[in-house]
């Protein structure tokens, strides 16, 4: 019998194989001492395997860099760097040299300290940045102890479906894409440096599948759908059916891309829906322009400072967003201030270890507490406002007097850059993501400082049903069509439009059919998402109508629970739609 898991989408693609578990993991180490002789050979020994692991891990980013650029192979660094972090190798050395420990021992002993230290700590980043420990960990141990690496996948015909518990960068660019179908891990984030990297090299993953290892079998037939983040493992003939269907779907999408692209985003009555994409990464521009986005509608800033050890400088900062300006010249691009804290974390921050860190030192808190550091940000934003249509957005507001604040700010810079000759557009636009509970409460507060509101749906979905967005395990109840969350759009809406201002949905709902149709019914009709699930997007947008979409909005409106709005979405979008995705989320029951 075929058996589903279900996780988060990490890199879209759908695809089959064969299961091959992956055998990387911290080696054994036995115990052992040295005679005091010994000590410095030992010493010496860490060395050698410190200079091999920095060998092969530049090896890995030279070919990184050619196959992606430098901004991906950039995912390196706090590996590189760890390997010379004081707390590493004098530990390392303190523990050969006093209790004549081998390097190996000695370094397994100073790792596990140091991850102990970091483990306390429920933050995603900080999670990643324990994988990228891990994976210098065994790099450094199989050196040592004389072991290769384990990652061979030449008596494979292709068609592999990695299976692992978590991946490591490093292992991703080892990979050879000709060979590797998909990858499914039990842990992982859609942040993950290696979710990154599998994204970029379009090589469909699903993370966070809690034992997929366990489940699975080497040489186990598997299916692996990156969109919906779901893996079937055994799959009988109901799923290869699906599988076919699906697969066919999105390959006409791929053929059809640039067409399209071409096409008008207007609802079947005539309604323009401005269809943005979200950017994690400046190369994406161009793949977010060949599928059709008019414009970014979120820019993720966080690339520039996650994993690195200083705040990049104006200059890197001011190419990075000139870029995509220039990218989508005419068309809007919405830069979004740093959103550190969170799941995104800069270890130049020191930030000490948070209990919650999603309700802790996040976004634009830590923005105003440093504005010395954010200042460059700000900067190097207003000079790229000359190369396109660029505005401001601020992450997790709550209040009034965070924008205030944040337009002061600006204000100095602008006096700055006057002061030296540098030109900025005056007319800019400064707006803020409506993420929280307060924001869309106070909406009609903010709307009087605000030039547009971007609803952020991933987090206020999070802060409205207390639900962790990055816990697998809470899956199910990370529910956008809760009818809280479809009140507070609602109200949100009526609030920009009386006031005149954009209002748009960024968050991950608003790829989805239903969560698109929902949020037409609403008149929210400007909506961003992540580059590859335009194309559909555009089509479900080309065939509803937007008188219908009210009305099953407002039917939506009355529902007392998610599935009865599901429900009231799904019975008056069409048969043309794709509902499956619902179903074994979200237990949405499909009239047949
Ligand atoms: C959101 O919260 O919906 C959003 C788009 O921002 P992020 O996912 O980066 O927090
Ligand atoms: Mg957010």
């Known amino acids: 019998m075929s058996v589903t898991l279900d996780g988060f989408p990490a890199s879209e693609g759908i695809a089959w194989g064969r299961v091959r578990r992956i055998p990387w993991g911290v080696p054994s180490v036995p115990h052992e001492v040295v005679d005091a002789g010994r000590v410095d050979h030992e010493v010496a020994r860490f060395s050698e395997a410190r200079e091999a692991a920095r060998e092969r891990l530049l090896e890995l980013k ?3 860099e050619a ?20 707390t590493v190798v004098r530990g390392t050395e303190g523990y050969i040299r006093d209790t004549r420990l081998t390097a190996a021992r000695a370094f397994e002993w100073r790792m596990l300290e140091l991850k102990a230290q970091w483990t306390r700590t429920a933050n995603p980043m900080v999670l990643d940045r324990l994988n990228d420990l891990e994976d210098l960990q065994v790099r450094v141990l199989r050196h040592l102890l004389g072991q290769h690496d384990p990652l061979d996948l030449s008596d494979t015909s292709g068609d592999v479906v990695v299976v692992a518990p978590n991946l490591t960068p490093s292992l991703i660019a080892q990979f050879d894409p000709d060979q590797v179908a998909a990858l499914a891990t039990d842990q992982g984030t859609r942040t993950s440096h290696w979710a990154i990297l599998a994204r970029s090299q379009g090589i469909p993953a699903v993370v966070g599948l ?21 893996v079937v493992l055994d799959p009988d003939e109901r799923d290869w059916r699906v599988f076919e269907e699906r697969r066919t779907r999105i390959r006409l999408l791929e053929e059809e891309v640039e067409e399209v692209a071409r096409l008008e985003s207007v609802t079947a009555d005539g309604q323009p829906v401005a269809l943005r994409a979200n950017l994690d990464l400046p190369v994406e521009a161009d793949n977010a322009r060949r599928h059709g986005a008019a414009g970014i509608g979120l820019f993720r800033t966080e690339f520039l400072v996650v994993g690195r050890n200083a705040m990049p400088g104006e200059e890197e900062q001011f190419q990075a967003y000139r870029r995509v300006a220039e990218a989508f010249d005419g068309d809007a691009v919405y830069i979004r201030l740093f959103d550190l804290g969170g799941d995104k974390f800069p270890s130049f921050l020191h930030m000490p270890p948070q209990e919650n860190p999603f309700l802790g030192w996040r976004a634009v808190r830590v923005l105003l507490d440093e504005p010395e550091l954010f200042r460059v940000q700000l900067r190097a934003i207003l000079r790229a406002t000359v190369f396109g249509d ?42 803020v993501m409506v993420e929280t509970p307060a924001a869309a409460l106070d909406a009609a507060e903010l709307a009087r400082h605000a030039d547009f509101f971007s609803i952020g749906t991933n987090d206020l979905v999070q802060y409205t049903l207390a639900v962790d967005r990055t816990n697998a395990r809470l899956a199910r109840l990370f529910n956008p069509f809760h009818p809280s969350v479809v009140r507070q759009l609602h109200s949100v809406a009526r609030v920009a439009r009386a006031a005149g201002i954009e209002v748009s949905v960024c968050g991950e709902m608003a790829a989805t059919s239903l969560g698109a149709f929902l949020c037409l019914g609403l008149d929210i ?28 909005a407002r039917r939506a409106l009355a529902a007392a629970t998610a599935r009865d709005v599901m429900e009231a979405l799904a019975e008056s979008i069409g048969d043309a739609v794709d509902l499956s995705a619902y179903v074994g989320r979200w237990n949405l029951s499909l009239r047949s």
């Open 62 to 64: 030279a070919r990184t």
């Open 67 to 86: 196959r992606l650029g430098p901004v991906e192979a950039r995912i390196f660094d706090p590996q590189i760097l760890m390997l010379d972090d004081e």
């Open 210 to 230: 809690g034992d997929v290892c366990r489940k699975a079998a080497d040489g186990q037939e598997v299916i692996v759908d990156g969109r919906i983040g779901r």
């Open 390 to 431: 660029v505005r401001i957005m601020v992450p997790l507001v709550n209040d009034v007097e965070e924008v205030q604040r944040v337009r002061a700010l600006l204000e100095e810079e602008e006096d700055g850059l006057r002061r030296d000759g540098i030109p900025f557009n005056r007319g800019y636009k400064l707006g």
């Open 525 to 552: 009709t400007a909506l961003s998402v992540a580059w590859p699930a335009l194309p559909e997007l555009k089509k479900v947008v080309r065939d509803v109508r937007i008188e219908d979409a009210r009305r099953a």
